[in-house]
DNA sequence: GACCATCATGTAATCGGTTTCAGAAGAAGG
DNA sequence: CCTTCTTCTGAAACCGATTACATGATGGTC
């Protein structure tokens, strides 16, 4: 008792001694806020929570100590406390897509607003993330939530007694019943093949994604009763994978064939404007010889030459509603179980009467 | 003491019974594995940590009760221990630009590798983070390291005591005293001018960035050098902000000049595909009547039509060297103050001989 | 003046790991 | 058999906040 008395004297000195000497020797806590103010530490953390109950002449002595001392909060010793992460991880398939870094934004500008982290991982990187290493991360101790972008994602790896709530946007897992923040994929698709068929088209490609993707799946079925609505039967489809150079590798195809469709319609911009480029590069105009439709509406596709007709969604929204949705879900509040975000057909000049 | 033991073994039973019937109940803590593996929780800290030190059968005995009991480590409790975050965060101008997203995947990739996570933070965010809200991250309770992509921060930022270690990634910020990783922006501007003085250019305009912004400096002096030593004057420069809309706005005044340049170099590709935008609408050829070099070689310019000429630079791997950079720097290790990445001249259909 | 409610604050337990230090067990050497 | 050294493990302190509970002061009421 006596030496612990001594030796915590000494320490003291030596502190004094450092902060004099150096500034940067160690940072300030929370005790030492509370010594400088002559209050308990209790109080300067209740000035910093919640400083409607400390009384006037208190808190103001402890934010002037706070001032003085250059006090910061210590994040990690306050969130082991409250047991939580403070942070909301984001699995992406592609972080370099600015596809996937709009909806980030969005999600990320809403978690800010609420002293949350994005915490962004990469699920196809190179050096990559085995599923495994995925599920490593799908802790309430690594995340407080997750938002999943990436439809690819096997159900199991959520199932895990310990994953924090989960919210999935834009693309979907198929039986993970975890709450959807979606587009409007049917009503693309459908929006898009109304305009095509209203300027006359009969022949239709439909320019998909993977097969099994999600967003494939709903805009083909937008696209299939977009067709019959139009007294059509539901038409050819090629595959892509969404990427530029699948766009140009489906103008190749279409290039070569007997009996070309008048009009194209792609799952998204890039394979618009990649098919745009392989098919002028052939030697066909577009709109003229054949009209071409995208969707996302990415920045690129208004300057596109020909500037693209396509479906637009709010990407930010979208991710601001997932964002919202999963804080719902972490503090327990009801969250619906699919929202679907509007989407409209954006006119350009891609697209033209067939010849 | 009584009342203690008493206490504890009722919680114990009720535990248990929790556990038999909702295994969500609690997640396991290390005491609840050393329990079962009859060891203490420092034993089964040494198995997660360094799995050497411990005798074989006790690590067996561990690693069994940790799959049992399904114990997964929670992070939290170890960084306040460590006196760490395991986290860097990223300062970026605009997280929905493709060109940054995917410096950040190469920036996360390395962080990954190294059991670190990637915090974003927007540093223009809508509903935006004043200069004082970006200070409140820069703080060693927020992040181990900082990567700064935004050179147009104020350095002062930066010069809290508490702010972690900072490298600075693509563009740089005057009088920050932080280590640069930058691709070599005037050998890029020299390289394109050389291209376009050698078919035969002589009235070459430069379609720059924001006129402080570092990249827009070191670009021009590139492009200078190389008009000297073809043996022209410095030439005209217009000035955009990397933007698609304003490289657009620039062939208006280019299609207004009464001797408007025979080619254009542009300081991204994002401006030069406006441009040709805009020159193409405008009633211009390129490269026939004009042609354009751009900068980054972005995935679109070799889509755009007609592809672009540009100059090349790896942004993933520039991400990847300024996220080593910053872990020697967090390891206090040396770390060179400035590293130039080389970058190359992809010549495509955008450039030809003057008319 | 006694009693009670209210408010402000302090004390100490707590979150869940890591790490220092010391001690036990076993091996090696004299 | 007794040291001495090595290897392994456990007890307890520690990281830096938050918060349940206790306490003291104050003011109002009867």
Same mark, same amino acid.
Request: glycine share 10%; proline share 6%.
């Given at each position: 008792?006596?030496?612990?008395?001594?030796?915590?004297?000494?320490? @003291?000195?030596?502190?004094?001694?450092?902060?004099?000497?150096?500034?940067?020797? @160690?940072?300030?806590?929370?005790?030492?806020?509370?010594?400088?103010?002559?209050?308990?530490?209790?109080?300067?953390?209740?000035?910093?929570?919640?400083?409607?109950?400390?009384?006037?002449?208190?808190? $103001?002595?402890?934010?002037?100590?706070?001032?003085?001392?250059? &006090?910061?909060?210590?994040?990690?010793?306050?969130?082991?406390?409250?047991?939580?992460?403070?942070?909301?991880? #984001?699995?992406?398939?592609?972080?370099?897509?600015?596809?996937?870094?709009?909806?980030?934004?969005?999600?990320?500008?809403?978690?800010?607003?609420?002293?949350?982290?994005? +915490?962004?991982?990469?699920?196809?990187?190179?050096?990559?993330?085995?599923?495994?290493?995925?599920? #490593?991360?799908?802790?309430?101790?690594?995340? =407080?939530?997750?938002?999943?972008?990436? /439809?690819?994602?096997?159900?199991?790896?959520?199932?895990?007694?310990?994953?924090?709530?989960?919210?999935?946007?834009?693309?979907?897992?198929?039986? $993970?019943?975890?709450?959807?923040? !979606?587009? =409007?994929?049917?009503?693309?698709?459908? !929006?898009?093949?109304?305009?095509?068929?209203?300027?006359?088209? @009969?022949? %239709?490609?439909?320019?998909?994604?993977?097969?099994?993707?999600?967003?494939?799946?709903?805009?083909?079925?937008?696209?299939?009763?977009?067709?019959?609505?139009?007294?059509?039967? =539901?038409?050819?489809?090629?595959?892509?994978?969404?990427?530029?150079?699948?766009?140009?590798?489906?103008?190749? *195809?279409?290039?070569?064939?007997?009996?070309?469709?008048?009009?194209?319609?792609?799952?998204?911009?890039?394979? #618009?404007?990649?098919?745009?480029?392989? !098919?002028?590069? /052939?030697?066909? @105009?577009?709109?003229?010889?054949?009209?071409?439709?995208?969707? =996302?509406?990415?920045?690129?596709?208004? &300057?596109?030459?020909?500037?693209?007709?396509?479906?637009?969604?709010?990407?930010?929204?979208?991710? *601001?509603?997932?964002?919202?949705?999963? +804080?719902? +879900? %972490?503090?327990?509040?009801?969250?619906?179980?699919?929202?679907?975000?509007?989407?409209? !057909?954006?006119? *350009?000049?891609?697209?033209?009467?067939?010849?």
């Amino acid at each position: 008792m006596v030496y612990n008395g001594v030796f915590s004297a000494i320490h @003291r000195e030596n502190r004094i001694a450092q902060d004099r000497v150096t500034r940067t020797a @160690r940072p300030p806590r929370i005790q030492d806020v509370a010594r400088l103010a002559g209050v308990s530490a209790a109080t300067v953390s209740r000035v910093l929570s919640n400083p409607a109950i400390v009384a006037e002449p208190t808190r $103001l002595a402890v934010e002037e100590a706070i001032a003085e001392t250059g &006090y910061t909060l210590n994040v990690t010793a306050r969130n082991l406390r409250q047991q939580q992460v403070g942070g909301v991880l #984001a699995l992406v398939p592609n972080l370099a897509n600015p596809f996937f870094s709009q909806i980030l934004s969005g999600i990320a500008e809403v978690l800010r607003g609420n002293g949350l982290n994005l +915490l962004v991982l990469d699920t196809t990187a190179r050096g990559g993330a085995g599923p495994e290493a995925i599920g #490593a991360y799908l802790t309430r101790s690594r995340a =407080d939530g997750v938002i999943v972008l990436d /439809g690819s994602l096997q159900p199991a790896l959520f199932r895990q007694p310990s994953c924090p709530p989960v919210v999935q946007a834009c693309e979907w897992i198929g039986g $993970l019943p975890a709450p959807r923040v !979606l587009a =409007d994929n049917a009503e693309g698709g459908r !929006l898009a093949i109304r305009h095509l068929t209203g300027l006359g088209h @009969r022949r %239709i490609l439909h320019l998909t994604g993977p097969e099994e993707n999600s967003l494939t799946v709903s805009r083909r079925a937008g696209v299939c009763a977009g067709l019959r609505a139009a007294g059509l039967a =539901d038409g050819a489809l090629l595959a892509g994978d969404f990427s530029l150079r699948s766009g140009h590798a489906a103008a190749q *195809r279409i290039l070569a064939m007997a009996e070309p469709p008048t009009a194209v319609f792609c799952d998204n911009d890039e394979m #618009a404007i990649g098919l745009i480029n392989g !098919l002028v590069q /052939g030697g066909l @105009r577009v709109p003229e010889d054949i009209s071409v439709v995208g969707f =996302d509406n990415i920045e690129m596709s208004a &300057y596109a030459l020909p500037p693209l007709t396509t479906i637009r969604q709010h990407r930010a929204r979208l991710g *601001r509603h997932a964002a919202n949705a999963l +804080l719902a +879900l %972490i503090d327990g509040k009801p969250c619906p179980e699919e929202e679907i975000l509007p989407v409209e !057909l954006l006119v *350009r000049a891609s697209t033209a009467a067939p010849a």
